[in-house]
């Protein structure tokens, strides 16, 4: 499997304001997320942080719940075992 973040791989323009309020507390929200998600390696945690501005808001929106939801499951299955 390729590993998106460490690619060099072309990504679209954001045709949103890369200076709104919203988007940025959206950025901010999923950076927290992100620092305290602990299936994630340190090195995979910075490679992820560089590339979050890039994308859309609607998709920083998903990946946050996407990563939630990751934290979750794993902190559920390291309870039960």
Do not use: A, H, W
């Amino acid at each position: 499997m390729t590993d998106l973040f460490s690619q060099n791989i072309p990504v679209l323009k954001i045709q949103e304001d890369p200076n709104n309020p919203k988007r940025l507390q959206r950025i901010r929200e999923l950076e927290t997320v992100l620092k305290n998600s602990p299936f994630l390696s340190s090195g995979e945690k910075e490679k992820m942080k560089k590339v979050i501005p890039l994308f859309p808001t609607s998709i920083i929106e998903d990946l946050k719940q996407s990563l939630i939801r990751q934290n979750l499951r794993y902190l559920n299955k390291k309870t039960t075992t």
